[in-house]
């Protein structure tokens, strides 16, 4: 495996080879979720490029930025041993220099959800990958479903800024007992991670409500909130995959959307029905 922290080096490196590239953007601290996308990428590329960057323009003010977890030689290992091509491990100065050109979220979709609570996450999520994607020039770029605005906004940039890239969605990875996989886990204690359960089987409730032909989303909700509670919730929402507001689900179209505060730790998940 190859390690590169300059980004022209690595831009000039891919030009010269005529491959087939997959690329899987990451923050690091990588676990079965992140392998799960960089086994997806190995089935349809002949390189795989991973990069790991803890993009500073996304968190706000006040977030975990500078306790984000960091697992340097761990994540090394661990691309290295499940074939990773190249490591990109570029530096907040190599991505960013002063008076940036930036990327604006949009009005509507960048603003709802997890964007009310973080308002401008969304265009700091767009410029890098907007970044990291002219540097890697990747055939395939993947994301997790877990992040669901984060992907609809991320197609959509595809989609309105007519780029070549094919974005391919990758579903969740969970826990044996549910709980999504998350960097962010690592922040729960005994009590808050047992507390947490309650997002994924809030989601479960609602597949269960589906599956017996309830479709009411105002019902469904309620019996979401019920679950979750004593959870803060940020948002319990069941959208179509346009992320427009529905009232009764629509199979084949619809997104299950939660995210939840445990003891401090922001925690999303989400179903797609
Ligand atoms: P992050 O390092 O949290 O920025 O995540 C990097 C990529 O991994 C994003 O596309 C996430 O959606 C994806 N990802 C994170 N957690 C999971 C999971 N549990 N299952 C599948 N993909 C995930």
């Given at each position: ?173 969970r826990?044996?007992d549910g709980l999504a ?13 047992k507390e947490a359960l309650k997002i994924s089987a809030s989601l479960r409730l609602c597949s269960v ?14 019996s979401m909130r019920e679950t979750l509670y004593?959870l803060?919730?940020?948002?319990v ?21 939660v995210?939840a505060?445990s ?6 998940d989400?179903i797609?029905?």
């Amino acid at each position: 495996m190859k390690i590169i922290t300059d980004p022209l080096e690595l831009k000039n490196y891919l030009k010269d080879k005529n491959q087939s590239v997959g690329f899987i953007p990451t923050m690091g601290a990588l676990h079965e979720g992140h392998i799960s996308l960089i086994n997806a990428a190995k089935a349809e590329n002949e390189i795989v490029v991973v990069s790991i960057f803890v993009n500073p323009t996304q968190f706000l003010k006040g977030e975990d930025l500078d306790k984000y977890p960091s697992r340097e030689d761990a994540d090394k290992k661990i691309c290295s041993l499940v074939g990773v091509d190249i490591l990109f491990f570029p530096d907040a100065d190599d991505i960013y220099g002063s008076d940036e050109v930036t990327l604006q979220a949009p009005n509507v979709r960048g603003y709802v959800l997890e964007g009310r609570s973080r308002p401008g996450h969304f265009s700091g999520v767009l410029t890098v990958v907007m970044k990291l994607l002219n540097i890697v020039s990747p055939s395939r770029a993947y994301f997790g479903k877990k992040d669901a605005q984060q992907l609809n906004l991320i197609m959509l940039m595809v989609k309105q800024l007519f780029m070549s890239v094919e974005i391919v969605p990758v579903d969740t990875v969970r826990e044996a007992d549910g709980l999504a996989l998350s960097s962010r886990n690592i922040y729960l204690s005994e009590f808050d991670r047992k507390e947490a359960l309650k997002i994924s089987a809030s989601l479960r409730l609602c597949s269960v409500m589906v599956s017996k032909n309830i479709l009411d989303t105002k019902e469904i909700l309620e019996s979401m909130r019920e679950t979750l509670y004593p959870l803060e919730i940020a948002y319990v929402e069941i959208l179509n995959r346009d992320f427009k507001k529905i009232e009764q689900v629509e199979i084949g179209n619809s997104i299950v959307l939660v995210e939840a505060i445990s003891g401090e730790t922001r925690l999303l998940d989400n179903i797609w029905l």
